[in-house]
């Protein structure tokens, strides 16, 4: 079995002609946003996860930065992926699937669309709407391999707060 938390980044500064979209930081309420949803996830039955995928976007780092903080997870367990910079759902799910099978709990941090897009694909029955800022979602997954995400695995979320929560 396989856990997938997915996260969109809090709450970025305003797009500024003297600030690439990439070097945008998150505000004060998306600090705030990352916090509270660590601190929810925290709170779950499920353990800690195990590795942290995050776009390289300063928005997302400092999302997942957070979330390792709260969570105490050493920072080695933290990974910037290029292809995570504002991907759609086809490199969300290859960034995924090139998980190692020792990892049981991945959490992702990325960028609407593609986050909400890629959780519609995953877990169609779930009626997932697009994410807010700093929303997230972990879905479980019957496979013993990241590589069959989106093949032979279907999404468990029919039991709100156990296996599927989407907060926001």
């Known amino acids: 079995m396989k856990r997938l938390t997915l996260v969109r980044h809090g709450q970025a500064e305003w797009k500024a002609a003297s600030v690439a979209d990439f ?22 039955d499920f353990a800690a996860p195990d590795l942290v995928l995050t776009s390289p976007a300063v928005r997302a780092a400092q999302t997942a930065e957070v979330f390792a903080r709260e969570l105490a997870l ?5 990974k910037r992926v290029d292809a995570l910079y504002l991907a759609p759902p086809d490199e969300l799910q290859d960034a995924i699937r090139s998980t190692g099978a020792r990892v ?3 959490l992702v941090v990325g960028h609407n669309p593609g986050v909400s897009e890629f959780a519609q694909q995953v877990a169609p029955g779930a009626a997932i709407e697009s ?5 997230s979602c972990t879905l479980i997954f019957n496979t013993e ?5 989106g093949t032979a695995s279907e999404a468990k979320y029919d039991a709100p707060g156990r296996f599927f929560d ?3």
């Open 131 to 135: 994410f807010a800022t700093g929303a």
């Open 166 to 168: 989407l907060w926001h």
């Open 23 to 44: 070097d945008r930081p998150l505000t004060r309420r998306g600090l705030a946003e990352a916090a509270d949803m660590a601190r929810r996830l925290r709170v779950q």
């Open 74 to 78: 050493a920072s080695r367990l933290v």
């Open 145 to 149: 391999a990241w590589q069959t995400l």
């Open 104 to 106: 049981g709990h991945l």
